[in-house]
């Protein structure tokens, strides 16, 4: 199957591209072809022209995060739902083993050019596991969950970034009973979402419109989620929270002038498993 330009995990590796040194990905720059441009442009203009600086935050966050885990006497086992074209397994050290699960035509693609990259040396070989499975269905959950049994003794960390929002509150609850199922005390999640708040700025009416007329993708839940859905959550206990504005502030990347209202501003959010 084809994977169409203005998919959305394209636009986030040209994102992550446009600004290596921010967001620590120096491989994003393989995967957008020539197509997604357009698209970009047009988002920049028709939502919101900081959503690229905020997504190598986002990039930057994680990476530091999954390289202080890779750097402890355990080993690592990333596990990334809803993996996209994200690009952490090549920058980090190569002991560290990674899930990655997406759709069908995503996964087969990625596992292919990620196996003709390595061929012409433009990538490091890594232990990825490519795969295919519905994140919120139980039943394709039960694959995942063979492939792990595999690594005894890791720490696992799961990863789910820009996923969220393309989720129901329901989906995401499944999400939540897998990461249950799978982790045990001292695991983590880390997550991404859009804070209920930014349902009142014009800059989210304006994403929901570009999705709906724009991208022809209008069955989105456009899901936001309050801090307390962190703060009590079942079986775990939230570790650390930051936004991107503020990492961006923090970095001196983003001007703390910026009006808060136009900043499609996602909270990132890091559990430990009880
Ligand atoms: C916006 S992209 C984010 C990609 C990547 N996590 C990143 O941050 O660069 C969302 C990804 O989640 C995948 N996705 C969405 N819903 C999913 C589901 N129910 N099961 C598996 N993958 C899903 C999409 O195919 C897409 O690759």
Same mark, same amino acid.
């Given at each position: 199957m084809e994977i169409f330009v203005h998919d959305t995990a394209f636009m986030i590796a040209y994102y992550r591209a446009q600004h290596e040194s921010v967001s620590k990905d120096p491989y994003a720059s393989i995967w957008p072809g020539?197509?997604?441009?357009?698209?970009?442009?047009?988002?920049?203009?028709?939502?919101?022209?900081?959503?690229?600086?905020?997504?190598?935050?986002?990039?930057?966050?994680?990476?530091?995060?999954?390289?202080?885990?890779?750097?402890?006497?355990?080993?690592?086992?990333?596990?990334?739902? @809803?993996? @996209?074209?994200? /690009?952490?397994?090549?920058?980090?050290?190569?002991?560290?083993v990674t899930v990655e699960v997406d759709f069908d035509a995503v996964a087969q693609y990625k596992r292919a050019k990620v196996k003709s990259f390595?061929?012409?040396?433009?990538?490091?070989?890594?232990?990825?596991?490519? /795969?295919?499975?519905?994140?919120?269905?139980?039943?394709?959950?039960?694959?995942?969950?063979?492939?792990?049994?595999?690594?005894?003794?890791?720490?696992?960390?799961?990863?789910?970034? @820009?996923?969220?929002?393309?989720?129901t509150k329901d989906e995401i609850g499944k999400v939540w009973s897998f990461c249950n199922k799978i982790l045990t005390t001292e695991d983590r999640v880390m997550c991404v979402s859009f804070e209920d708040s930014l349902l009142k700025t014009p800059v989210f009416k304006r994403l929901t419109r570009y999705f709906s007329e724009v991208l022809k993708s209008d069955h989105n839940p456009y899901t936001t989620l309050p801090h307390s859905y962190y703060e009590h959550r079942d079986g775990f206990t939230l570790l650390k929270q930051e936004s991107g504005f503020q990492l961006g502030q923090k970095l001196g990347v983003m001007n703390s002038n910026l009006d808060s209202m136009e900043l499609l501003n996602e909270h990132f959010y890091v559990l430990s498993k009880i």
């Open positions: 020539p197509g997604v441009k357009p698209w970009i442009d047009s988002f920049t203009e028709q939502v919101s022209p900081h959503d690229e600086i905020l997504h190598c935050l986002r990039n930057r966050f994680f990476f530091e995060e999954l390289q202080q885990l890779a750097a402890e006497p355990q080993p690592l086992l990333v596990i990334n739902l @809803g993996a @996209g074209f994200s /690009m952490y397994p090549y920058t980090l050290p190569s002991e560290v390595q061929k012409e040396g433009i990538l490091p070989h890594r232990e990825v596991h490519f /795969m295919a499975a519905d994140i919120t269905n139980p039943e394709e959950q039960a694959a995942i969950i063979e492939t792990l049994e595999t690594y005894k003794g890791y720490k696992r960390v799961v990863l789910i970034e @820009g996923v969220f929002f393309f989720l």
